[in-house]
């Protein structure tokens, strides 16, 4: 089993920021990518970015349109901790966040690609 753990959640206002993280712990794969996913009640859990594994340090990043220009997802494999820098936020942006990782070598965004997710982070972001 993995155990992804988020953190950094919170209220912001528009146009504020914010840093989540995420650690993932027990057996962790040995190539892995991570992703964030998002929900609101009521509605499908929503890919973010992701990112994928990397031996020489040279990650793959891709983002949702809605994101893209704002937010920045990077990952510090030796702390098996990927990081999610929200910038210029919205009042759309207010969702559950979710991290989750797949083993393997590409970069995913399907939610039904990913093998493992965390418990959520509320980000609210008032307007």
């Known amino acids: 089993q993995v155990q992804l753990v988020e953190s950094g959640g919170g209220l912001v206002q528009a146009g504020g920021s914010l840093r989540l993280s995420c650690a993932a712990s027990?057996?962790?794969?040995?190539?892995?990518?991570m992703g964030w996913f998002r929900q609101v009640p009521g509605k499908e859990r929503e890919f973010v970015t992701t990112?994928?594994?990397?031996?020489?340090?040279?990650?793959?990043?891709y983002y949702a349109d809605s994101v893209k220009g704002r937010f920045i997802i990077s990952r510090d494999g030796a702390k098996n901790t990927v990081y999610l820098q929200m910038n210029s936020l919205k009042p759309e942006d207010t969702a559950v966040y979710y991290c989750?990782?797949?083993?393997?070598?590409?970069?995913?965004?399907?939610?039904?690609?990913?093998?493992?997710w965390g418990q959520g982070t509320q980000v609210t972001v008032s307007s």
């Open positions: 027990g057996r962790t794969f040995s190539r892995y990518a």
């Open positions: 990112i994928s594994w990397s031996d020489t340090r040279t990650y793959f990043t």
């Open positions: 989750t990782i797949k083993q393997g070598l590409g970069y995913y965004s399907k939610r039904d690609e990913y093998d493992y």
